[in-house]
């Protein structure tokens, strides 16, 4: 069974909004019955993913079964999805009730629950890599079809390697707080089925109070989020309320802001807390390197050290392998590291691309004692009058300066910076022309009280570029 989940039998496995308990045991067989229901063992099926029991007693059939999932959200836009379907051609589609799709060409073929198993016949049987077992999206909600090949093996290693690092146990349960479609969510799925613990699937958010009495009630022990996350934890002052049984609080999917890492550090120190953090990619199976900073408060801007039989080399023009606190782009190896992209169903064949070698796209150094710090990505370099800038530290000098958010962007040549607060433009044009040496006509000011962000939480940066050209085209 997938993650040895068989050997927890009578321990509670899962809790719903609605208080029902499944045990082990008890999600074992149903992974049993619903696998005798599928025709075709070594095909694609489409997840459309929500925090519900159906919903993850389908993905573990799908991966026990040798069906390969491709975990898509259920705010998907429709023409998204139907480039997904022509692209993948998948056999099943595995979606809530509730959800309205057309699905023109599948007929319904079994329930469970509030989920719909619907099934087709129009597409030619797909040739798969024997080693492929799911294939994770990338990009959130922009609708990119490029999907990560992962391997079973794959998503062992990380599993292992996420649940020794946060030193979980079956006593640490945990409470969903981020869509099983992210690979993120996936991995808290992954690693508190792999130790036996109690995961609490819940459809309230953050905002919510009946989230804060799943916490209670539940006696949740593991709280895990994204950047947006912690900042809504701070707003809601988390540090105020009573939660006797949460012992650790766990960060990726971003770079948290020095502000919030030091505020949690604090706060997890003096409530006899652990505070961890993550970094990792979904081309690396989701994760990296993670550690408690509550053990090293001196490292309080790194993102920690690689998991167990991980290695990290720093790839720069200056020095390059083990050469401490040199900037370049990092490079990760292990066992984790994903075969490789999938775009259509041709990719799905392909052997392993990567060979245990991912170059992360990300921006970095490793300082003398082998903890990672993120500085940007690649991608995120703006160039004019021939000078490279990162628009991470353009962001990161403005925090630095004013209150408030700053998010940039490149578009059209210039440097876009959208802001929280009530700022003087005029200022902060002459500042970053002084600090970068461009012009003040290279920047252009744009005030957001709110950020456009993804399902995920992170900022939505394609958002951002069409509400830039919007406000261009309402000022001409």
């Given at each position: 069974m997938i993650f040895s989940i068989d050997q927890f039998a009578e321990k509670v496995a899962i809790q719903t909004d609605d208080g029902d308990r499944y045990r082990y045991a008890e999600l074992v067989s149903m992974v049993d019955e619903f696998s005798n229901k599928l025709e075709n063992h070594r095909t694609l099926?489409?997840?459309f993913c929500e925090n519900t029991v159906a919903?993850?007693?389908?993905?573990?059939?799908?991966?026990?079964?040798?069906?390969v999932p491709i975990m898509l959200g259920t705010q998907i836009e429709p023409s998204f999805l139907v480039d997904y379907v022509n692209e993948y051609r998948p056999?099943?589609?595995?979606?809530?009730?509730?959800?309205?799709?057309?699905?023109?060409?599948?007929?319904?073929?079994?329930?469970?629950?509030?989920?719909d198993l619907w099934v087709t016949s129009k597409f030619a049987r797909l040739d798969l890599h024997p080693q492929l077992a799911l294939l994770a999206t990338t990009s959130g909600s922009t609708g990119s079809k490029k999907l990560v090949r992962q391997t079973r093996e794959n998503l062992s290693i990380n599993t292992v390697g996420i649940a020794e690092s946060l030193s979980l146990d079956e006593s640490l349960s945990t409470i969903t707080t981020l869509?099983?479609?992210?690979?993120?969510?996936?991995?808290?799925?992954?690693?508190?089925?792999?130790?036996?613990?109690?995961?609490?699937?819940?459809?309230?958010?953050?905002?919510?109070?009946?989230?804060?009495?799943?916490?209670?009630?539940?006696?949740?022990?593991?709280?895990?989020?994204?950047?947006?996350?912690?900042?809504?934890?701070?707003?809601?002052?988390?540090?105020?309320?009573e939660l006797p049984y949460l012992h650790v609080l766990a960060q990726a999917g971003g770079k948290l802001s020095p502000e919030l890492s030091d505020f949690f550090s604090g706060w997890c120190q003096e409530a006899a807390k652990k505070f961890y953090i993550m970094y990792g990619q979904a081309e690396a199976t989701t994760r990296i390197s993670c550690f408690c900073l509550n053990e090293y408060p001196e490292k309080s801007r790194s993102v920690g050290y690689p998991l167990k039989g991980g290695e990290i080399e720093i790839k720069s023009e200056k020095a390059a392998g083990s050469s401490s606190?040199?900037?370049?782009?990092?490079?990760?190896?292990?066992?984790?590291?994903?075969?490789?992209?999938?775009?259509?169903?041709?990719?799905?064949?392909?052997?392993?691309?990567?060979?245990?070698?991912?170059?992360?796209?990300?921006?970095?150094?490793?300082?003398?004692?082998?903890?990672?710090?993120?500085?940007?990505?690649?991608?995120?370099?703006?160039?004019l009058y021939g000078h490279s800038v990162s628009l991470d530290d353009i962001e990161a000098s403005l925090a630095a300066e004013w209150p408030g958010q700053f998010v940039c962007i490149e578009c059209d040549e210039k440097v876009v910076?959208?802001?929280?607060?009530?700022?003087?433009?005029?200022?902060?044009?002459?500042?970053l022309a002084t600090k970068l040496k461009f012009q003040t006509k290279d920047f252009s000011f744009h005030r957001l009280e709110k950020f456009p962000r993804t399902e995920s939480g992170k900022i939505n940066y394609h958002q951002l570029g069409a509400v830039y050209r919007s406000s261009i085209v309402a000022d001409s």
């Open positions: 099926a489409i997840c919903c993850v007693v389908g993905y573990l059939t799908f991966l026990n079964t040798g069906i056999y099943y589609l595995w979606k809530p009730r509730t959800l309205k799709i057309d699905v023109t060409g599948f007929k319904l073929a079994a329930s469970l629950n509030d989920y869509p099983l479609n992210y690979t993120f969510g996936m991995s808290v799925l992954h690693t508190h089925l792999s130790v036996g613990s109690t995961i609490h699937l819940t459809s309230h958010s953050i905002m919510q109070k009946d989230f804060w009495l799943r916490m209670r009630d539940g006696e949740v022990g593991v709280l895990y989020g994204v950047p947006f996350t912690f900042e809504m934890l701070k707003k809601l002052k988390i540090h105020h309320q606190n040199v900037v370049g782009e990092i490079v990760y190896r292990g066992l984790n590291v994903c075969m490789g992209y999938a775009e259509n169903t041709d990719d799905l064949v392909l052997d392993d691309s990567w060979c245990g070698e991912l170059s992360t796209g990300d921006t970095g150094f490793v300082d003398e004692d082998g903890f990672i710090f993120v500085t940007g990505r690649k991608k995120r370099m703006v160039k910076v959208f802001y929280s607060k009530a700022h003087d433009t005029v200022c902060l044009s002459r500042f």
